[in-house]
């Protein structure tokens, strides 16, 4: 008989384990469509801006609020017609469309079907994974369990102090911040130890999460208000004021582009907390990447004073492309906040006495506060003396270059002074046996 309650204790308890399950990821995939959703009317919204400007640019040669546009449709979608022209006018400029859209559809078909199939993935395959995930506690439990049953089969056992742990555990406030097991018995104190450390490992995961959607949203609001500001701005005045239009039209494009740019920040670190980042591990030569990007710098910025320094030849292994990003970031950070004609220099070589392979970045900028130097490298976060200045940062990029380093078995090494500069040295400790072996 016991046997057979057990049994059946242990198929409620999957059940009710695979019923939250479900509930959490029905409310992902959930989120997941809001998401989507939310892209897609964005894409299509800025679509429709850009080919406008570009019609009537290409055709009229200047843009105007105030024209009049039409889409013709003929028998099939080949057939679109594009016509546009001033109000009054009795002549029309026009365009066949046709191909153009029937390509976008299809984009957009695929597209859309890409993500229909992501959310038909999730739904089919999500609740696996959210039980892979919650595996870990529930072993815990059961392992609780098992130790309560065990004590329960002593002679004379003390049944009162394992209820009050079930009892603890089942009226716990998860949802407060300072909730925590306290049974003060030094017999359960392993088990109570064990349960607070979990809990306050899935509260920062679950912070850290909540902070991101929050950053995220707060950092996509502000591009979105300025868009929607100037579109109102050049309806109630940019029909008559040209330095309005201008204005305008500058501003929606520069707030687009950031605006894209966070996106493909953002889309980044989801891959990279996923694990869906691919990597192409390979033997690299560090002196030979350093110098494209050294090169590039040279190339793409004449306002700074760029110095490249080798010190031996280092051999990492990693992906060529992502220690290019890494680098490329440190140095765009060094470029916006160092003065027009100051230095910076890039190094690169091994670092004595154990010839440790490694690059840096050092510039003669604003540098950093102690506090800055701590947080550097937290999503969104930008020090005072920047924050809200004209260099167009998102506050990913060095969260971005961590994520390389640390995919390299690499770290930071940061020396910074308000007023004087900051020096970013790249060191990848793993990498230094395999270089030794690698010939010279």
Not at 36 to 42: E, G, N, P, R, S
Not at 286 to 312: A, P, Q, T
Request: charged residues 25%; contains cysteine; proline residues 2%.
């Amino acid at each position: 008989m016991s046997t057979e309650n057990g049994q059946e204790k242990k198929q409620n308890e999957a059940v009710k384990v695979t019923s939250i399950a479900r509930k959490i990821n029905f409310e992902n995939v959930y989120h997941l469509f809001t998401a989507y959703l939310a892209f897609d009317v964005l894409v299509c919204v800025l679509l429709a801006v850009v080919f406008i400007y570009g019609m009537d640019m290409e055709m009229i040669g200047e843009f105007s609020i105030t024209y009049s546009r039409k889409l013709l449709f003929g028998t099939s979608l080949r057939d679109v017609v594009y016509q546009v022209g001033k109000k009054g006018d009795s002549y029309f400029y026009q365009i066949e469309i046709g191909n153009w859209l029937l390509w976008l559809g299809i984009a957009g078909i695929a597209v859309v079907a890409c993500q229909l199939l992501e959310l038909v993935g999730r739904l089919i395959n999500g609740t696996a994974d959210v039980r892979k995930k919650l595996r870990p506690l529930n072993e815990l439990a059961a392992k609780a369990q098992e130790l309560s049953e065990l004590a329960f089969q002593e002679a004379e056992p003390d049944e009162t102090k394992y209820h009050n742990l079930e009892d603890a555990i089942s009226n716990l406030k998860v949802e407060k911040p300072d909730a925590r097991i306290r049974m003060h018995d030094k017999e359960l104190e392993g088990i109570e130890t064990a349960l607070n450390d979990l809990l306050e490992r899935m509260r920062a995961s679950y912070k850290q999460q909540v902070q991101f959607v929050s950053d995220a949203s707060h950092e996509l609001r502000t591009p979105i208000a300025v868009i929607q500001g100037y579109v109102n701005m050049l309806d109630r005045w940019g029909k008559d004021d040209e330095a309005i239009l201008t204005e305008s039209i500058e501003a929606i494009k520069n707030e687009s582009t950031h605006m894209q740019k966070l996106v493909e920040q953002l889309l980044f670190l989801a891959r990279g907390d996923s694990n869906r980042q691919t990597l192409d591990m390979q033997m690299r030569n560090l002196n030979d990447i350093m110098r494209e990007v050294y090169e590039e710098s040279l190339m793409i910025d004449e306002k700074h004073h760029y110095i490249f320094e080798e010190s031996g030849n280092a051999f990492v292994y990693g992906d060529a492309d992502m220690l290019k990003q890494s680098a490329r970031i440190l140095i765009d950070n060094a470029a916006k906040y160092t003065s027009e004609g100051e230095d910076i220099t890039i190094r690169v070589g091994n670092l004595a006495p154990e010839g440790v392979p490694f690059y840096g970045i050092q510039d003669n900028g604003i540098g950093m506060s102690c506090q800055d130097v701590e947080h550097a490298f937290d999503r969104f976060y930008r020090a005072d003396a920047v924050r809200g200045s004209s260099t167009g940062g998102t506050g990913l990029g060095l969260s971005i270059a961590k994520w390389i380093v640390e995919k390299h078995q690499g770290y930071y090494d940061i020396v910074s002074r308000e007023g004087l500069g900051t020096r970013f040295n790249v060191i990848f400790p793993q990498n230094n046996e395999k270089e030794n072996k690698m010939p010279h």
